[in-house]
Every structure is written in structure tokens, then in C-alpha cells.
Antibody
């Protein structure tokens, strides 16, 4: 069973850029989609986007102008960058396996707080 | 694209059955058999329990079952147990005409299940 471990800064200021990375261990990485999902306080899950190990990406249109998802197949890692942060971006961010079985594996979640 | 619609909450006694609905459109739930269901205990990562409408993930209790009719998918939990108390989310593949990539994912609004 694949294990996902994520890391990145948890406290950011408005207008800064969020940067999170997710490492995939103990299973297949190549050939799959890998996703980022978030949950704002008191709200539901929101799909941010995903990347295939070939490099092709799909993004939530509501975030597309600010999101970049990238992949490093040499390290079995994928990353999320979200620019121009506001308080509305405060959320728990999860990495997960994407594609047809979206969420078959999840990272532990990272609380990102945007505050001045 | 809008979030899929779920009831905000459902409550029932132990041993009884409940059904949670997930209503979308012909561009997502009604058009594709890529509906998934997740169980989310607060403070933990969500857990995929049903994929492709009605397939239970290995190890998931057969008390959980999924179904779809038209633009509405449903999750039934039979023989309700205290451990089933959690938030439940559906997700679906969504055909997005305004997106760079035509296929994205959308989550439901979430349902809080309370075992009385």
C-alpha cells in the first residue's frame, strides 16, 4: 500500500505563495495521477488539481490562475504552488492519489493558515 | 462547475439504515460512472470507501453500498454503528467545457452522519 508524506510551510502572509510537496513511498508512482485537495474551516472538500507523471495537469478552474502542480519522477514527489494568498486560502491541504480512484491514498494533511 | 448537492446532515439510531444522496448534472454524476464516496473523521485524512458508483474498496464493510440513478448517486449504510459517525463526501468526474482540460473532479457538499 502506497504511503504519502507531505510537508511545507504552515503559516503564510497575504499575497505570499503556498508551497507544499508530497512524497510517495512504498508503491507505484509512475503512470498515475496525483492530486491536491483542500478543506477550508467548516467547509467541504475542494479538488485543487492533479498531475500525471507524464507532466500533464488538470486544475480547478476557480483556482487555475494561481495554481501550479509539478512532478519530480526522480524523487517520486509532486508539489503544489498557490500564489497571491488570501485568508480564504486558509485550509487543510491534502495530497492524494488522483485519477479514477481519486483518494485511494492520502497524505496526512497540512494546515495552512494565511494571516498577517 | 458547482459542488454536488448532499444533505447537510442525517441522524439515525444504531442498527438502522440511512441513505445519503449526491445530486449533480448530466456533466458529472449522470454522465459518467466515476462517482466515489469518502468517509471523513475530523482530524484525520478522508478515506475512500466506494469508487465507480458501487465498488467497495478492499477492507470496507459490506454495510456500505453505492448506487446511481440519473443525476443522483446514493450511499447506503446499513446496520448503523457508532464508528460510522463521520462526514461523508461524494465526488464525481466532471466534464468541464470552460476548462483547459475537459475532465476535472468535483466534490459534494458533505453530509454529517450522527448515530443517535
Amino acid at each position: 500500500q502506497v504511503h504519502l508524506q507531505q510537508w511545507g510551510a504552515g503559516l503564510l502572509k497575504p499575497s505570499e505563495t503556498l508551497s507544499l510537496t508530497c512524497g510517495v513511498y512504498g508503491g507505484s508512482f509512475i503512470g498515475y495521477y496525483w492530486s491536491w485537495i483542500r478543506q477550508s474551516p467548516g467547509k467541504g472538500l475542494e479538488w485543487i488539481g492533479e498531475i500525471h507523471t507524464s507532466g500533464s495537469t488538470k486544475y480547478n478552474p476557480s483556482l487555475k490562475s494561481r495554481v501550479t502542480i509539478s512532478v519530480d519522477t526522480s524523487k517520486n514527489q509532486f508539489s503544489l504552488k498557490l500564489t497571491s494568498l488570501t485568508a480564504a486560502d486558509t485550509a487543510v491541504y491534502y495530497c492524494a492519489r488522483g485519477g479514477d480512484r481519486l483518494g485511494i491514498s492520502w497524505g496526512q494533511g497540512t494546515l495552512v493558515t494565511v494571516s498577517s | 462547475q458547482s459542488a454536488l448537492t448532499q444533505p447537510a446532515s442525517v441522524s439515525e439510531s444504531p442498527g438502522r439504515s440511512i441513505t445519503i444522496s449526491c445530486t449533480g448534472t448530466s456533466s458529472d454524476v449522470g454522465g459518467y460512472n466515476y462517482v466515489s464516496w469518502y468517509q471523513h473523521h475530523p482530524g484525520k485524512a478522508p478515506k475512500l470507501i466506494i469508487y465507480e458508483v458501487s465498488n467497495r474498496l478492499s477492507g470496507v464493510s459490506n454495510r456500505f453500498s453505492g448506487f446511481k440513478s440519473g443525476n443522483t448517486a446514493s450511499l447506503t449504510i446499513s446496520g448503523l454503528q457508532a464508528e460510522d459517525e463521520a462526514d461523508y463526501y461524494c465526488s464525481s468526474y466532471h466534464y468541464c467545457t470552460s476548462c483547459t482540460s475537459s475532465s476535472i473532479y468535483v466534490f459534494g457538499t458533505g453530509t454529517r452522519v450522527t448515530v443517535l
